[in-house]
Each structure stands twice: as structure tokens, then as C-alpha cells.
């Protein structure tokens, strides 16, 4: 199956990290390719970056239904445009929100979200009471990271440890969710680190969570409901 | 003080009645005036009409901002561009859900919503959830008439009171929330109708209630939490 | 319109305070006068304080509405008799507590209530369980000070904003709601403080809330739904 | 053990029944009197209703504890002035629909209360609120007959036959209250017909509960939290 | 009325001081006896536990029925079995979890329940949102002891009340519970040492609660919802 | 990767069926192999057949474990046994139940679950609210046919077809999870009919999910936590 990631914003300087990471997560058989973005931000870190990076992102995963690709991952933790562009095609779209909370609701009771910064708590909450799920959620957390910053992976282990162990002992936490996208290759060691320190649970990675959902789907010969997502009427549309 | 309606669509023709319409909600010395989109579409009747509107809508509320308005009303029920453009000012934005919704919740204790089509039912149910009110829904109905349809006023007073009986007599319902701005000056005939027919109960114009919380909040000094919306961080957008 | 002040308690000592702030928050045209009780207690704290005070605050609400006023606000912030006033009048009622928690929906995802005294939780709790939006409310606070300590205004900014500050960042409050409608003048100085030390958030005064939803409703031709109040039955009362 | 009966209405005309149906639900060694209100309303079917007949409640409660009494059963579904009461007193007070209500929650996963009239059907929701079990409530039901026609026994069982097959087949409930302390002497009647019909569930009846629950809380020695319920403060009080 | 006690572990050590603290509980005229597991577990600390002690503790519930018994305490606090059994009879059956948890929605607004290991804290939590009562639990905490320790009275008191405090004055608890029926004779201690501390709240003894609440059913002739325990069909079972 | 089987019934009749339905989900290189139980019941309809398969299940996992295979899927919609065994392993062990309703909590707002019995209603509710999704659920349906008689195909399709149309007509649903693994191979032809009748919404077969998950778990490199599901401690245990 072919798999589109959609990187949604206006720089490739994440592109080859993404193609590298995700190789581990598909199964032989599984094409992946990355776009990025020609309208949109450098990095999503608030509802305005959302509103103006969707109208592209809904373009690009039409674009991919038309070239027969047969599943979407819109490669950000806040699954910006994903409704809309349900809307909009038949073939799977996932962001990085649901598929990676949904995994923590199957794997522990309760499980804290760890992403970047303050301003990204806010739209969090409200992915969880949108999906149902906020009475499973023990905490959001955050490393006070700009997302640009997540390239250079130095402390960032120690920064996303410290919340890990608040998260469980303070939230009571039972799992934890990487929060952005951008944290890409930190969770087999952040699980290890707990583990290591007598705390099993896992550590649950984004995009390896929504490209293992994609599969799912595809498998299953199963996509977005169009009554949840119908298609818009035709009227007229000035962009 | 000065009140900015944004109706955010790319035509003009429910101006005339908006201004008219909207003079019976404002006390004496408030002003009001209307601007339409410049890019977006004709109506908003989904998710992906939503996405295409935003980026102006927020354009057209700094824009407010900085030409010294007081509040804005972005005049569509589903709130469109609402948080993100709350990100970007301080003076108070507001759409049409949430005032005419925590009304309801002010007025009894179980409120319906009836709108114009099946497609933005799952969108007012997130609204619902977002603001953590849905158990106060006792359900979301619809039309099944396009926005564009609602200038001809003729038989919407009968279809509107047919979900209303519904929603009384099967869902619960104790108050009725118009779930559309284009239903303009029809919640008084409503009520009235109801009334006759023995239910006595609030039926809630969203554009109303919008222009009520705004004059609420300007006399109070207050506006949308920074916290909750924090201020964007610099960054390259383009656009 | 006139609007009428129930202040539900037997002493006069707030009336002067309550009368000069009110007269920010009304628009042009709007007149308001205070009433107390005859029959009731010196200030309400306790379930059994509202419980004496309830009889006489319905007979003053359905006073009010013989003598042809537009709105009622009960001025205390665990609207005592609100729901059966409710029930004998058609005309707008509302205690503290609806607008000021409303308000705050509005603006913020999650509010903390600031009030006086320990006794006072269960019955703030309840009312936000009652209204449905018991998931936005991060914390309820007290400054552990009688309401009639309150016309001293001495010290209260500053343990207000001890409140605030472990609201903001103990308890995750994006905005602050006053919890006692004796915190008369506090809001904007709070707001203002808080502001700042970096935080800008909301601070609701319940009074403020009260007046602009009154406002709201009658400029609006609505009032609460009867099927949630309807009118009692006659039947032989004793009282 | 010593149980306080406060039947809290001006008329005696239920006592003597009340006497004769609560000697099947006590211990032996347990003794049962019956006080009704000097002040307050002929039945209690509206929040207005409750409102008027709280003081005495309270007042009555009061001398019960002063007379040495070891429980108090506030005979009437609405729970009136109960939450008060417990404020002044430190035995266990309780009134119908709590014991009820917890008991179906005991024996089944979602109940239904079949109550006498629409005006009570908000008056129970927010009960059912206030004690967090609102998801467990299949639906409320009244039978449309005012609580003083409830002495005749006619047709009730038919009516509430009525209404507790819809409850099962249109609503889900796995478990009937019966809404109104005045609906005496029919819950087993009812279970009964309920299951010659096939259908076996438990029908609740309040005074039952309540008593068995006063017990329970007598033998246990414990009685209401004072962290809920704490002992109101001394101040001026005219009444 | 003859009561079961089924203490569902393979060892007796527990049957003396249960039969002592029994008596305390229940009514003159009630009967009691206690049995324990052929097969099954020292102790139950898991969920493992619970499942190898099931299949044995509804053998043990059905021979109770035949023998004429008339009501079942399984004597854990997990209520294991407690589902699989009211299946298989008709006369009440109850584990120390529920009736102790709804005697704390009847006394209090908010609970917690203190427990022996971190290892029953999911098992507690599944519980109470399996009763829908999730929202009133304050917290969940233990003594990290283990179920077989507690037979050695020496310092339990004093780990309970290092709990009882910090479920108070951090969680917000205003009532607690005992989270394993093993902690016998410790709840009147521990509700005295709270109240000489300045805290008076009901401390809840599960026993105590379950044989009330057993007491409860017999005299009001109800018992468990066949349509939610339905009679299971016959088909070939190897056990 | 190797996952197992266990389908927990003491029957093999549906294991053919099973592992042919099977290998259209599995990716290459993934292999399975079926066991049933030694110990158990016929077919599970009943909490009383869950607690008599559950040791045997969990042998059977912890023998899977042991053998080297990489994850396990519990045969059964609900997931007996499932935590218990999580307990003993670190390989992820999935049920019907579990990857089902999170799919649909992916693809769609609302979901309806169709089962087999009136008995699993309450069954499918609680592990509904155990994963705290309830407010997603839509209805529980159920098509009123015996688990063993779900091999014979015959009007299979039309039954289950009739309960789609009422889910999505009357319950308001967006998505069908069928509530059985029983339900083998239906789902793509139930999902068919529905679009060809204008209704396009995913149906979404239990088996499918789970192998799909259990892939993304082991390709993830993570598993349950095992804070939610601790190793439960030595001490004797006779069965």
C-alpha cells in the first residue's frame, strides 16, 4: 500500500529525519513519500498556524486521493485540517492525535500528553473532549520546546524525562503520549529510561502510531465515516 | 461602543437584514457595521467551508482591532476562525455558538439546537463538547434547508416549528437554540407560535445573543483568556 | 429598562457600595433599585442561610414583577430562591453564580472559582454540577473571610491574588470567577495585578455578569423556559 | 434505635398509611414517629413548594436530634431542606430520593423514576446531578396525577404499569424508583406484575430505602460529612 | 434472616475477627455464617487473583441460595465474582465495593478510597466508572501494605490516617473509605482520630456497609435487575 | 511477527473460518496460529461463561508468552480475561473489544455496537465505560441470535442490516462496530448495503481491528503498561 505523509508546514528540514523514522513502523510492502507544504507556517504551535496551513493541507490530500494513493498521514499532533479534508476524499486520513491517544486508551487507563509548549495545551484539551476520551487523560504536560528547536535532540531525553516523571507520580499517569509530531526517535529511549528506573509503561510515538493505524485501516477495507464527514455541496468557493 | 460584524462569506446579500435586524439587540450609543470575506465561500456549510473562510475572517479581526473597534462578531453559528483569531487581539470575539448556547444553558435546563442541514450536526456537537456543555443537548435537528435558502422567508416558520414539537415532545428540549445566523428574525414568531400551542419556552437567536454577550463584556472590561489563547509566536507564515 | 436588586440579606450596610458599582455596568436608559429582606439573615454561607432567606426573596421577585420591572438579579452568588422565583414570575431572574460561570465558558476553557469560606464549596460544586459544566471548572478557592468582612477592603487584593496565582498555576485556571458578589470593586485591580506578574486572564465580578445578562435577555424578548419552571399548582400554602 | 418520620406537608391524611407500610421496613427494636409541618404547602410538587416547607423541615430536624432521636427520614422524594437540616444537625438525616436512587444504582446499570407530574422532572434531573449518577438515569417518568390523588389507589398500579413498560422498552431502564414518597404500598404489586410479564426487575420504593439506609447508618455510626455539611456560622438570623 | 458471608480466599485466618465484627452490623434476628475457597488465592490483590477465585465463589453463591440463605456477602472489596453470581441467582448479592461507595455518595460529595497497593488502584477506578460514580471519587490511595499484613493491627491505624489527612486537605475528600474489607475494626479509630484532629467525616467500614445494605434488600423485597444479571442459556460448559 | 489465537471456547468449530477471515489482515510476513481452551464454556454470552473460560485463558496466554510469540488476540468481543492475563505478560494481548471501539472512535463521532443477545448489553455497556467512551456510544444493538448459531450465514446479513438502519435512523450513529467476533466475514458486505442504500459509514469487523493493532504494537515496540496491569505478587494460589 502507499502511504502520503503530508508535513505540514513550508520547510523540508524535518522531511529526511520523518522518512527514516518511519521506516521501522511499516510493513513490508508499505510505500511512504513526504510533501510539504507552499502556504502555511514554519512550525504549528497555535490555532492560528492551523487555520493558516489547512486550506493547503486540504489540497495536498486530495491531491494524493487523485493520484491513487491509498492512505493520508497529515504529520502533526494537532490533526490540523484532518476534518475538513475528510470531508473532502474517501481514503484514510489520520493526523497524529488520534491514533497515538487512541493506542494510550488501549494500553493503560489513564495517560499523560507531553508536547512543546504552553500554547499548545489549550488546543490538546480540546482534541480530547472532541474524540471523548478527556476522563482518561491524567495531564498535558509540555518541555517549554519551540518545535523548530526539537531538531537538535541533545536534552531533550532529560527535558521529556522530568515531565515523565511527574506525569506519573504527580498526574498519575499510566502512559505517556509524545505530543508533537517533531519528537521524532525519543520514545523507545524515554520508555527505557523509565524502565530503568522502575516504571514500566509505554511511550507511545505519533507517527508510529498513526502509520500503524493507516495499515489498519487500509487492511480492513475501512475509512472516515461520511456521515461524521459528508461532502461539502457544491457552491461557490473564492481561494 | 463600536461592534464589527464579520460575515464571513464572500457575498453581501444578508447585509441589508443583518444591520436591520441587529438594532433591536444593540443599547443606545452601541454602532455597528458589516464586512463580508474577500476570500472564501458563498456559505458556510461544512468543516472544509470553515477552513477556506478562516484565514480572512482572523485578517478581517486584527484589522478590527487596529481601527480601534470595541468587540467583534464573527456571524456564523460554528464559530469559524473564532479562536484563532482570538490568538491574534485582545478586544472580544465572538461567533455565534457559544453566546446563544450558554444562554440556553442560563434559561432551562436541556436545550436543542435546530439548524439547516445534516452535515453541520457533527460539527455543533463538537462545539458542544468543546465548551463542555453536551449533557445539557438534548438533541441537534435540522431543515434540511441550505443557508443560501434561508432569504426566502416563506415557509421556515412551519419548518422550524415541526422540529421544535419534535424536540419538545420527543428529545426533552426545554429552550430551542436558532442553529444558523441566516435564521434571522425568526425567533420571536417561534416562541410566539410555541406559546400558543402551550409550550412556553426560550427560543434563542444566535446574532442576538452574540451582540448581548459583547455589550456584557465591554462593560465589564473584560475579554477572551490570554492563557487560553495565547499570543502566536513570531514566526515565517506565508501566505 | 428597570432592572430590581434583591440584595438577599436583612442588613442595608452593602446596598450604598452595590448601587455605585452597578452603574458602570448598565447601559443608557436602564435604571436599577435595591430591596433586602425583612425575613432572612445577615449573610448567606450556608445552605441554611439560603434555605431561611428563600421565602422572602420569592415574594420579592414576584414584588418586583407586580410593579411591572423588567429583570430581577437575586445578588448573591449561590442564587438562593433563583429556581423558584423562577417558577412564580415570567420576567428575567438570575442570582450570581449562572452569569458570572457563563461568562467565564465564554472565555476561557477552564475557571476557578475564588470565594469566602471552606462551607461554601459543596454549594458551588453543586451549582456547577446542576448547570452541566462541572469540566471547565479547574478549582473552587476561598480567601477564608465572612462576607460581612468583606466591606473592609483592606487586605482582599492581595489575598485574592494568593488565590489566583496557585488558581493559575496549581489548579490550571485560565480565568478567575469572584465567588461572592460582597467581592464588590475587587475585579478589575485583580485582573489588573495578574496582568502585570505575565498573566492575562479574565477576572469575572459576578454583579457585572448579572446586570449585562439581564441586559441580554430583555433586549432579546426571552426569558427562563417554563417547561423547566412551570407555574405551581394551587393548593393550600401555609406560610 | 429511634427514627423521626417528618412528613413534611400541613396535612396529616398520609400518616396513618405511612405508619402501617414502614412497620415491614424496620428492625425489630426500632421505633418510628411522624411529625408533619405547622408551616408549608398541602404537597410538595415544585421547587416553590420545597421552599416554603424548608424552615420548618429544618426546625424540625433540629428538635428531633434535641429530643434524642437517632435518625430522621424527611419523607418526600425532592430531598427538601435536607442538605440544610444536615448542616445543623449531627445524625443522620436523609430524604427519599438519595436511598432510592443509590439502592438501583446497587442492583442494576441504569434506572428509571416514575414521578407524578412534568413539573418534577427537572427537579429530579438536578438531583440526580448534584449526586453525580446522572449516567445511570435511563429516563424520568411521571404518571400525571398530582401527589394528593395519590391517596386513591384506583388505577395507579395501571398507570404506573404504564409508564414502567415504556421505561424498559423505550428507554433501557433495568430498575424502577418510584418517584414519590407518596406512591405507598405499590412497589411490590408492581414488580410483580412486571415480571408475570416477563420482565424482572426491582421496583424501589423510597420509604423502604430510606429506613433501610437509616439503619444501616445507625449501626455503622456514621453519619453525613461535616466537611460537606458544616455547622453554619452565628450571625444575626430573623425568622 | 440468614445471611452468607463468602470470605473469597483459601485461608481462614480472616473468619474469627470478621464473625466477631459481623455481629456489631446486623440486626437482632439475622443469622450469619462464613465459608471460604477450595479453590482460588491467598489473598486478592489483582485482577489475576480475582479470576482464579470466581468460578469457586459463584459455586459458592448458587449453594447458598439452595440452602435457603437469604443474601450473600462476597467479602472483598473488588466484588469479585459479584456479576457472574447475580447471574446464576435471585436472591441479593453484594461485595464490599458498592454498598460502601454508595453509603459515601449518600454522606459526602466527594470520596476517597484508601487501599492496601498501588496494584488495586486501576482495579478501585474501573469500579467506580463501571457504577458511573467516577466523578465523585476524589481519589484513590493505599498504605502499601499487603492484604495478608493487615491481620497485625499495630501501626494500620496510623498509615490510614497519614492517608486520611492527605486525601483531605490535597485530593479534597470529605469522606472516606476503606478499600479492602481486611481492614476490620479500624474505621470507628480512624474516624475518631480524624475528628479530634478537627475533621469530622464519616470513615466507612465495607462490612458494616454491606450487611446493612443487605438487610436493606431482604426487607424490601428486592433484589439485583435480571434484565442487566440475566439467566445464563444452557450450553456445554467443562469446568 | 507471530501472533496466537486463542479463541476461548471449548469448541474448534469456528477455528477454519477464523484463520481463513484472518489472513486478509495480516501483513507478510506476520503469522497465526488458533487454540481454543480445555476448560470453559460452549460459546460466551454471559459474565457466569467469561469467569469460567478466564484461567484457562490465561494459561493459555502465559504459555504463548513462553513460546516466544509476539502478541496475542483474545478471541472474544468481551475481552475476558484480558486483564488478568495482562498481568502475567509483557506481549500485547488484545480482545474483540477493545481495537474495534477505538477504530471507531477514529473514523467516526458516534458509534453503534451490534451484538448477538439481549445478556451482552450490559456486558458491552461496562467495558464501554471501563475505556471511558461511553459518551461516543450511539446504542447496543443486537440481532436476538445464539453466538453458535451465527454459522449458519443465511439472513445474517438482513438482520444485521435491520439494526444499521435503525442504529443510524433512530440512535443517531456514524459508525457500526459488530459486536461479536463471531460475525466472521460480514462486515464488507454490511458496510456495501448500507452505501448502496445511501449511507456510507464504516462497519467495523472486531478481528480485523485487533490483528491490525496487535501489528502496530509489536512494529511500535510497545505494550500495555504495566502500572495499569502491575505482576501481581507471589502467594499461594490452589487451583
Same mark, same amino acid.
Given at each position: ?5 503530508? $508535513? ?33 507556517? *514554519? ?11 489547512? #486550506? ?7 491531491? @494524493? ?5 491509498? @492512505? ?11 476534518? *475538513? ?10 493526523? %497524529?492525535?488520534?491514533? *497515538? =491517544?487512541?493506542? &494510550? ?11 512543546? !509548549? #504552553? ?7 480540546? +482534541? ?22 526539537? !531538531? ?9 524525562? %522530568?515531565?515523565?516523571?511527574? &506525569? ?6 499510566? *502512559?505517556?503520549? +509524545?505530543?508533537?509530531?517533531?519528537? $521524532?526517535? $525519543? ?6 529510561? @523509565? ?14 502510531? &498513526?502509520?500503524?493505524? $493507516?495499515?489498519?485501516? =487500509? ?10 464527514? #459528508? ?9
Amino acid at each position: 500500500m502507499d502511504i502520503r505523509i503530508i $508535513l505540514p508546514i513550508i520547510g523540508d528540514q524535518f522531511n529526511k529525519e520523518v522518512e527514516k523514522e518511519v521506516k521501522q513502523f511499516i510493513s513490508s510492502g508499505t510505500t511512504v513519500d513526504i510533501k510539504n507544504l507552499r502556504r502555511g507556517t *514554519a512550525s504549528i504551535e497555535s490555532v492560528y498556524d492551523e487555520a493558516l496551513g489547512s #486550506p493547503d493541507i486540504i489540497d495536498k490530500v486530495v491531491e @494524493a486521493e487523485k493520484e491513487g494513493i491509498d @492512505a493520508v498521514f497529515v504529520d502533526c499532533f494537532g490533526d490540523p485540517g484532518v476534518d *475538513a479534508a475528510r470531508e473532502m476524499v474517501s481514503i484514510p486520513v489520520v493526523g %497524529g492525535f488520534q491514533p *497515538a =491517544v487512541l493506542t &494510550a486508551c488501549l494500553l493503560a487507563g489513564r495517560f499523560t500528553v507531553v508536547s512543546v !509548549l #504552553p500554547s499548545v495545551v489549550p488546543m490538546i484539551r480540546n +482534541l480530547c473532549r472532541k474524540m471523548g476520551v478527556e476522563s482518561n487523560l491524567a495531564s498535558i504536560r509540555y518541555i517549554n520546546t519551540p518545535v523548530l528547536d526539537l !531538531l537538535e535532540k541533545g536534552s531533550l531525553l532529560d527535558k521529556l524525562y %522530568g515531565e515523565l516523571e511527574k &506525569a506519573v507520580h504527580q498526574d498519575g499517569a499510566e *502512559a505517556i503520549v +509524545l505530543g508533537c509530531t517533531g519528537m $521524532l526517535g $525519543l520514545a523507545k529511549g524515554l520508555q527505557e529510561k @523509565a524502565s530503568q528506573n522502575g516504571v514500566s509503561l509505554p511511550v507511545i510515538d505519533p507517527t508510529g502510531a &498513526a502509520i500503524g493505524f $493507516l495499515e489498519l485501516l =487500509v487492511r480492513n477495507g475501512i475509512t472516515h465515516s461520511k456521515v461524521t464527514f #459528508p461532502v461539502p455541496t457544491e457552491k461557490e468557493r473564492r481561494f
